[in-house]
């Protein structure tokens, strides 16, 4: 299955949650949060939304400093 | 209509002046970001405000907040507050004076239009997003802003119709980034710039 993860193409095997796709990634999942198809996903929902066909993935990272 | 917004109209036209005072504006966070963005709001013509920080001036601050060493001990919303009503004394603030939390979130900026995320800590800043990034309020975050070098540019980034992070996105206040006032006071600046922006030419559409 391909995804648009921030803007590139990226193919990974078909049935994937959001949560394990996060977890296999070198990200600091604490810094992130996770947009899918334009809308925010909570980080309580990542385990149970799963990745489809050409689903357009951001993630959104912070910084700390204000 | 007083003598400040009577002076607006040298760089408004009425009808812009009428959009930007009917636009209810949050503020999470009065420290470097927060209360420097607020004082380019009201000078813009802003005028309905809630003001969210739970703190007092500390001394700490003084390098990049707007506050004064007569006001150490005083809470930051207060001292603000009072502040920006010498700007223009017909403003409208609500004052809060809490912590933001999962749990008391839902009770606060719930009728705002635009919402500024100007805290310092992550789980703060991802709590503003998660909770308002669905809804059609304007939401913009300051997004790194640390340190002394230009090297990362300050920028305004649009992640989608309804939110923007304004800040070079990296550059985390740490022991080698400290936050300063040039690089706060710019992104401040940009965070303002964009929101006037929007709502002069009505984005989000």
Redesign the interface.
Known sequence: MKLIINGKILTYPASLSLQSYLEQQNIDL????V?IN???I??IDWPRVNLNEFDVV?L??????? | MNDFEQALTNYFLPEQLAKIEKTKIGIAGCGGLGSNIVVCLVRSGFKNFELMDFDVVETKNLNRQYYYLDEVGQSKVDVLSTRLLKINPDLKIKKVKAQLSDENIASYFQDRDIIFEAFDNVPSKKLIMETFGNTNKLLIFGCGMAGITNQSEIKIKKIKNNIYMVGDGVTCVGPENPPLAPRVFACASLMASAALEAVLYNIPA
Do not use: W
């Not at chain 1, 604490?30 to 949060?33: F, H, S």
């Open positions: 604490e810094a992130i949060v947009e334009e809308k925010i909570k980080r951001e959104i990272s912070f910084v700390g400093g204000g």
